[in-house]
């Protein structure tokens, strides 16, 4: 009975989005998070509008359009930090993307999900403790991949009401948003 209970819960479509956040802000909450490079202070302070006196869409490593909608909002609420916020979302959804997909629709074996479990959320603190645009990329091109992966086994593309196929835009259009070097060769 209480294995049919657990099971259903980790089923749910929310449990992972409520799971990973509650760890996130623990883990703030916790642990030191600062940016690991100065390419994000500085980025966060064009998009602010630190250096201009204006908020700033040329974020310099950050695709202009992801840029916009971050100077965008700094314009209409300039007392929230939406860089680091975005970053930090981005980080929940990408995270519960691939729980959901590796505790719900992954075949293998219960212990290889575990250890796949341990090693995501030891490789997420630390990439939540130095803050990075690239590791925030890097995590929603692997839940994008996930989602691939989820849809290319699935018989249809919408299980669970989940549609994988938005699912894969959205992931991609955000990462590629971020750090287009991750798709595109500059070679």
């Not at 869409?57 to 965008?72: K, M, S």
């Amino acid at each position: 009975m209480k294995k049919n209970a657990i099971k259903k819960i980790l089923s749910n479509k929310w449990f992972a989005l409520l799971f990973n956040t509650a760890f996130f802000v623990i883990m703030a909450w916790l642990l030191p998070i600062h940016f690991e490079e100065n390419n994000d202070a500085i980025m966060c302070m064009i998009a602010n509008g630190h250096y201009s006196g204006t908020p700033d869409g040329h974020l310099v490593f950050i695709n202009a359009i992801y840029g916009w909608v971050i100077a965008g909002l700094y314009m209409v609420a300039d007392i929230v930090e939406w860089y680091t916020l975005s970053f930090c979302v981005l980080h929940i959804l990408a995270m519960s993307v691939i729980m959901y997909i590796l505790l719900n629709k992954m075949k293998i074996a219960i212990w290889l999900k575990l250890v796949f479990i341990a090693f995501a959320y030891i490789y997420w603190i630390r990439i939540i403790i130095a803050f990075q645009f690239t590791t925030t990329t890097g995590l929603l091109c692997f839940s994008g991949c996930l989602a691939l992966l989820q849809s290319a086994q699935s018989t249809n593309c919408s299980n669970n009401g989940i549609n994988y196929k938005w699912l894969i835009v959205g992931v991609t259009a955000c990462s590629s948003l971020i750090l287009v070097v991750t798709f595109v060769s500059c070679d």
